[in-house]
Each structure stands twice: as C-alpha cells, then as structure tokens.
C-alpha cells in the first residue's frame, strides 16, 4: 500500500496551495481519507476528512471555509485545497486512509502517506 502525497511548497500569507494523495494498493472507495498535519514539536492534527461512498466531509474549525477535501474516486486521489492561508497553517501535511469509517482521530488510521511540507510565510 502506498500513499504518495504531493503539492506542499513556500507560499505567502494569503496564498493557496492544492496537496493531492495518490494511493495504490487498496481498493480507495472503500477508503475515507484523512488530512492532518504536524508542525514542528507538535503532534498529528487533524485537517480535514472525507468519507467513503457518500462522500461527507468534515474540517477542523480554522479549515472551514478556507480548506476544501474531495476526492477522485477514478483516479485513487484525495485532494486538499488550501486558500487564503496563514502562517500558522505552517506544517507537513499527511493523507490517511482508514477502511470504512471516517475518523478524526489519527490512530484509527490504516495507512499513512509520507508527508509534504507546507511553509506559509508572513
């Protein structure tokens, strides 16, 4: 199994930036997917998530109304936009997947990506 996250990179406060998730490996509709990420000396937080089938979503507070999660069922892929960022928004970024359910706590998580870096400047 693989989860192959990408798109991270430095942007300025007000910026957007769009991570993808690509994964291989599992059969993904089964899959929710999870974004969290993790700044430095801090634990894993939780971003944003969206369900298997009927494709429900859910954010942390400081996400709603500026992240967005979807997904491409066709193409293995989660997606998560990010817009009208903040330097507190300054963390790797990780994609999850867990079987079924949909979760905000990262250790119910079956699968992890490796991460991209995610550096909002002031």
């Known amino acids: 199994v693989q989860l192959q996250a990408s798109g991270g990179g430095l942007v300025q406060a007000g910026g957007s930036l769009r991570l993808s998730c690509v994964t291989s490996?599992?059969?993904?509709?089964?899959?929710?997917m999870g974004w969290f990420r993790q700044a430095p000396g801090q634990g894993y937080e939780f971003v944003a998530a969206?369900?298997?089938?009927?494709?429900?979503?859910y954010y942390t507070d400081s996400a709603k109304g500026r992240f967005t999660v979807s997904r491409d069922d066709a193409k293995n892929t989660t997606y998560l936009e990010m817009n009208n960022l903040k330097p507190e928004d300054t963390a790797v970024y990780y994609c999850a997947a867990v079987r079924y359910g949909c979760y905000q706590s990262p250790r119910m998580y079956d699968y992890w990506g490796q991460g991209t870096l995610v550096t909002v400047s002031s």
């Open positions: 490996g599992i059969i993904f509709g089964d899959y929710a």
């Open positions: 969206i369900s298997w089938g009927r494709d429900l979503t």
